[in-house]
RNA sequence: UCCGCAGUAGCUCAAUCGGUAGAGCGGGUGGCUGUUAACCACUAGGUCGGGGGUUCGAGUCCCUCCUGCGGAGCCA
């Protein structure tokens, strides 16, 4: 075909600072609908759709007959004119003078009308081109851009754990096993203690990576392999970390708000609800939680007693009377790992803290302080039945310049959920591992 | 590991009391100058998840296995 590439090329969410003038665009065939003299196609580039129409007599001979053979998602080089028009859902579209077929594409799998779950993640590297998938996909980069220049602006250091570990992390979770040179290694189920180790030399760190649990969960609020964003500072307490997270999220969901409202409006997400996400975040004691929970143990399946963790259902009816995110904190020590400090006020509960997104969506940010003892971590290693020199090192922070030291984990996948009103995890990472899938 | 739901055309689903397997989308062919999940006509497309059983007759009832989904536990 013709190929009339003088006009600059341009992506389509710059298209608005060209309005009047010739541009190309280089993208893919979103979609088609043709008669005998005027088609309308709906060009992607990853950018954003654009509308673009081709009457019979606008483009060189024989392109207007040719086009109509193209399928979606072929591969095309369009030049047209940038107009502005009341019709169309960003404003412009536009009006072509001329289309190249780079590669025409075989019947798309991927239909205009619904699909199952199974089918669209079977087809995963094609449904990432859908229009919610792109917006969502933009957020999470969004998300995690915020989130590190949050920590970059305040002097926080990028410390990256290793992924390959030689012991479980906090004793708990089931983790991924595998053969390193004959020894076996472990996919990290956290980078904590390593940040722990990388606060006492750097005063304050983030690390920022993929983690691996092995664990048999079928919800839609669990994946094998997700990202973690786990701050970790010297000299910083139980409150600091509280007023770290309020401050880190509402900065987060008011930059996500400005600058990727497009996309949320794609999602269709209701934003009043994020709106109301400002300072103060309350602050409920675990004691007044289990209060709260016994007595509205009718409604529950599993009925809740004071001294349990909280089950998802648990979870959700307690955020249920708030709007914005709230924190719990003080969990009984015996439910959290071994590396928690105690509360020296009440010796049963540690001081930790859990931060719980509204509208069902459930523990986003886990933390608190660490034992800074060396006598009292070494008694709670033997207490969780943990090897002592698998955690040599660790120990070793406690013998040389300890000091009292907070961090927190934040789930990106949950995070990106909530911000972007979605209903399952597996839609936050463009990839999703869950027990069942491993391709593509 | 436990509980629940599902599996019918490439995809999403329907099929009454057990009685000749259908529709929309997608594909193909043709029509249409403002469509926007475009529309209209025609057309091709089926081992009803596998195995066994009941019955004159099974997509439908029974048993069993497989696969997927949702939830619980655990967690972010």
């Given at each position: 075909?013709?190929?009339?590439?003088?006009?600059?090329?341009?992506?389509?969410?710059?298209?608005?600072?060209?309005?009047?003038?010739?541009?190309?665009?280089?993208?893919?065939?979103?979609?088609?609908?043709?008669?005998?003299?005027?088609?309308?196609?709906?060009?992607?580039?990853?950018?954003?759709?654009?509308?673009?129409?081709?009457?019979?007599?606008?483009?060189?001979?024989?392109?207007?007959?040719?086009?109509?053979?193209?399928?979606?998602?072929?591969?095309?080089?369009?030049?047209?004119?940038?107009?502005?028009?009341?019709?169309?859902?960003?404003?412009?579209?536009?009006?072509?003078?001329?289309?190249?077929?780079?590669?025409?594409?075989?019947?798309?799998?991927?239909?205009?009308?619904?699909?199952?779950?199974?089918?669209?993640?079977?087809?995963?590297?094609?449904?990432?081109?859908?229009?919610?998938?792109?917006?969502?996909?933009?957020?999470?980069?969004?998300?995690?851009?915020?989130?590190?220049?949050?920590?970059?602006?305040?002097?926080?250091?990028?410390?990256?754990?290793?992924?390959?570990?030689?012991?479980?992390?906090?004793?708990?979770?089931?983790?991924?096993?595998?053969?390193?040179?004959?020894?076996?290694?472990?996919?990290?189920?956290?980078?904590?203690?390593?940040?722990?180790?990388?606060?006492?030399?750097?005063?304050?760190?983030?690390?920022?990576?993929?983690?691996?649990?092995?664990?048999?969960?079928?919800?839609?609020?669990?994946?094998?392999?997700?990202?973690?964003?786990?701050?970790?500072?010297?000299?910083?307490?139980?409150?600091?970390?509280?007023?770290?997270?309020?401050?880190?999220?509402?900065?987060?969901?008011a930059v996500i708000l400005d600058k990727r409202a497009e996309e949320l409006k794609v999602l269709e997400r209701d934003t009043s609800l994020l709106e109301k996400v400002r300072k103060p975040f309350p602050r409920v004691h675990y004691k007044d939680a289990a209060a709260k929970l016994t007595k509205m143990n009718d409604r529950f399946k599993v009925?809740?007693?004071?001294?349990?963790?909280?089950?998802?259902?648990?979870?959700?009816?307690?955020?249920?009377?708030?709007?914005?995110?709230?924190?719990?904190?003080?969990?009984?020590?015996?439910?959290?790992?071994?590396?928690?400090?105690?509360?020296?006020?009440?010796?049963?509960?540690?001081?930790?803290?859990?931060?719980?997104?509204?509208?069902?969506?459930?523990?986003?940010?886990?933390?608190?302080?660490?034992?800074?003892?060396?006598?009292?971590?070494?008694?709670?290693?033997?207490?969780?039945?943990?090897?002592?020199?698998?955690?040599?090192?660790?120990?070793?922070?406690?013998k040389y310049g300890s000091v009292p030291h907070s961090g927190f984990g934040l789930g990106l996948e949950r995070t990106i959920s909530w911000i972007a009103g979605i209903h399952h995890l597996r839609e936050a990472i463009p990839f999703p591992r869950t027990i069942e899938r491993l391709t593509p």
């Amino acid at each position: 075909m013709e190929v009339i590439a003088v006009a600059p090329w341009i992506y389509i969410e710059d298209l608005k600072k060209h309005i009047g003038e010739e541009v190309t665009l280089k993208g893919w065939l979103y979609n088609m609908r043709s008669s005998k003299k005027i088609r309308f196609l709906e060009v992607r580039d990853g950018t954003g759709i654009v509308q673009c129409v081709m009457g019979a007599g606008d483009v060189p001979a024989g392109v207007f007959e040719s086009t109509g053979g193209i399928s979606r998602e072929s591969s095309i080089i369009v030049t047209g004119i940038v107009k502005e028009d009341a019709r169309s859902k960003i404003g412009v579209e536009i009006g072509l003078t001329g289309l190249e077929l780079v590669a025409k594409a075989q019947p798309y799998p991927i239909a205009k009308k619904s699909h199952g779950p199974a089918f669209l993640l079977d087809h995963r590297h094609l449904w990432i081109r859908s229009r919610k998938q792109v917006a969502l996909l933009r957020i999470r980069h969004e998300v995690i851009r915020t989130l590190r220049g949050y920590f970059d602006k305040r002097g926080y250091v990028c410390f990256d754990p290793p992924i390959f570990t030689a012991n479980a992390c906090e004793g708990t979770s089931t983790l991924f096993q595998t053969d390193y040179f004959g020894k076996t290694a472990y996919l990290s189920q956290s980078g904590q203690l390593y940040g722990e180790a990388g606060a006492l030399a750097l005063g304050r760190i983030y690390t920022f990576g993929p983690t691996f649990r092995a664990e048999k969960s079928k919800t839609r609020r669990h994946l094998t392999e997700f990202w973690m964003m786990e701050p970790e500072i010297a000299y910083l307490d139980i409150e600091g970390v509280m007023e770290l997270v309020e401050d880190m999220l509402v900065e987060l969901v008011a930059v996500i708000l400005d600058k990727r409202a497009e996309e949320l409006k794609v999602l269709e997400r209701d934003t009043s609800l994020l709106e109301k996400v400002r300072k103060p975040f309350p602050r409920v004691h675990y004691k007044d939680a289990a209060a709260k929970l016994t007595k509205m143990n009718d409604r529950f399946k599993v009925p809740f007693e004071d001294g349990d963790d909280f089950g998802a259902e648990h979870e959700t009816e307690l955020t249920k009377s708030y709007e914005k995110p709230i924190f719990v904190h003080r969990f009984p020590a015996e439910i959290k790992a071994f590396y928690m400090k105690r509360d020296k006020d009440d010796p049963q509960a540690s001081l930790s803290v859990d931060c719980l997104a509204p509208e069902g969506y459930g523990e986003i940010v886990g933390g608190g302080e660490r034992e800074d003892d060396l006598d009292a971590l070494l008694k709670r290693l033997g207490e969780h039945s943990l090897p002592k020199e698998a955690f040599d090192w660790y120990i070793d922070l406690r013998k040389y310049g300890s000091v009292p030291h907070s961090g927190f984990g934040l789930g990106l996948e949950r995070t990106i959920s909530w911000i972007a009103g979605i209903h399952h995890l597996r839609e936050a990472i463009p990839f999703p591992r869950t027990i069942e899938r491993l391709t593509p």
